[in-house]
């Protein structure tokens, strides 16, 4: 994973914190930058310029939450009948530990 990062952020400081924690900076790439002057290299990854900015595969965990969301709110509706390989990728990334750890639940 490739974070922008700006030494200051208070917001960096909190991801920087939890990746320490568990074990990951060793696998974060970091890449200082300035979000106020809105580098080209960030602005192609992030065109808000925000930092921390993480570039991870946004499309195919957003593919995952959305079916997630299905599942949950509409479990009736038949969407995985029409498209088994979509319904075969979906079951198998399931078992991601970011999807299965965040699968939506109603509140307690």
């Known amino acids: 994973m490739k974070l922008y990062y700006s030494p ?3 917001y960096v400081r909190k991801v920087m914190a939890c990746a ?19 580098p080209p290299d960030l602005l192609a990854d992030n065109p808000l310029s925000k930092v921390p900015g993480a570039m991870v595969d946004i499309g195919t965990l957003s593919i995952a939450c959305a079916l997630g969301y299905l ?10 009948t029409d498209r088994p390989r979509l319904a075969a990728w979906f ?3 399931s078992a991601e530990p970011g999807i299965a750890r965040t699968v939506p639940k109603d509140p307690v």
């Open 8 to 10: 200051t952020s208070p």
């Open 91 to 93: 079951d198998a990334f």
């Open 71 to 80: 599942d949950f709110r509409f479990a009736a509706e038949p969407w995985r």
């Open 20 to 38: 320490i924690t568990r074990g990951l900076d060793d696998r974060i790439e970091r890449v200082a930058t300035n979000p106020h002057v809105s």
